[in-house]
């Protein structure tokens, strides 16, 4: 059997390692897991948990792993994590872009409050109470949660595609998320600086994105894209503003909500990681690309894979946006690159 390249980004989350974790259920090839993260004792710590955890598996994979230091706000960052990829390897297999950076700055407790009581579903699945900041920008000149989220990774495709083609069927994975529809965008503010809801804004981008280019990835190298989303779930990157009361306060609520019928409330990270990893085995044919794929399940929790339909309006509007950024970018750093293993 061939050893298999799968490449996680945001390895370091509670998602990321739930779907290291599943991809070493779903693959039984031998396997090379390239983690992601900013810092290097945060690649140590997540190695050493996956290790832990193929090593309980009934039958352990064959496993390899390899790092790299990507911060996706960075372009020379993403530049020198192309670099040392296209120099380490032939070809990959997987590459799971789980980028989900926001610009958060607190919690609005009334309007929570009020939202809770009067429609507690709504509440727990699409919350208005979460305080964004406005006009953040990275130290590209670019709009922080819009690199992050979306050019960075777009952008890290773009440097790696050869290594895509050479893998014959390579799969591309976009997390997208459920807050993602086409109120949070405007066409005019493609970088986000503008928005209060940056971060929803940057998702829509990403099914945009998605539906714009799936098609021609796939002709121009046998490259197969899905983009789906995780549902809810308790994620690390809000905890700060949380306290001992209200986490789980927030977990009863979604037990409750979940009871009442939302399929979106998978609670745990190991649940959330099954439509991500339904995309590395779909079939093109019965489960089509230009769907988007969520992670559900029943009251008692049981998973489950819900397709959603995705308004595509927009799409060529987003990607001749991102090509001609792209190509501007090329030109910008065409000769920048540093090594990210000595960072």
């Known amino acids: 059997m061939s050893r298999k390249v799968a490449v996680v980004t945001g390895t370091n989350s509670n998602l990321g390692l739930n779907i290291s974790y599943r991809l070493l259920e779903a693959v039984t090839d031998p396997i090379t897991l390239v983690v992601t993260s900013r810092t290097l004792p945060r690649v140590k710590e997540v190695i050493d948990t996956i290790k832990e955890f193929n090593s309980k ?3 352990p994979r064959d496993l390899e792993f390899d790092y790299l230091l990507v911060d996706f706000t960075d372009i020379v960052s993403i530049i020198s994590a192309a670099y040392d990829l296209n120099n380490s390897y032939d ?14 700055d607190g919690i609005d407790w009334i309007g929570a409050t009020k939202q809770v009581l009067t429609n507690p579903v709504q509440s727990a699945t699409f919350p208005t109470y979460k305080i964004q900041r406005v006009g953040v ?6 709009g922080l949660v819009f690199q992050a989220n979306v050019f960075g990774p777009y952008y890290f495709i773009h440097r790696i595609s050869r290594l895509l083609e050479n893998a014959n069927g390579a799969r591309i994975v976009w997390i997208s998320s459920i807050m993602s529809d086409s109120k949070y965008l405007s066409l ?3 970088q986000l ?3 209060d809801v940056s971060y929803e804004g940057s998702k829509r981008l990403v099914d945009l994105l998605h ?3 799936y098609k021609q990835l796939l002709k121009q190298g046998n490259i197969i894209q899905y983009v789906c989303h995780p549902g809810i779930f308790t994620s690390l990157s809000f905890m700060k503003y949380l306290n001992v009361f209200t986490y789980y306060g927030m977990l009863l609520l979604f037990y409750v909500v979940r009871f009442l019928g939302s399929p979106w409330h998978n609670i745990t990270g190991y649940t959330a990681a099954n439509a991500p990893l339904f995309c590395i085995k779909s079939d093109i044919q019965s489960d089509p690309q230009n769907l988007k794929y969520g992670s559900a399940c ?4 049981v998973e489950y894979v819900k397709a959603q339909e995705i308004d595509d309006i927009g799409a060529s509007d987003v990607l001749q946006y991102f090509e001609a950024l792209r190509d501007g970018t090329d030109e910008k750093f065409k000769d920048q690159i540093l090594e990210t293993r000595t960072r």
């Open 193 to 195: 600086l503008k928005s």
């Open 57 to 59: 598996l009934p039958s």
């Open 298 to 301: 029943s009251k008692k929790g």
């Open 137 to 142: 920008q990275s130290k590209d000149g670019l």
């Open 188 to 190: 005019e503010d493609m």
């Open 91 to 104: 070809q990959i297999n997987y590459l799971f872009i789980n980028a989900a950076q926001g610009v958060y």
């Open 211 to 213: 539906s714009a280019t």
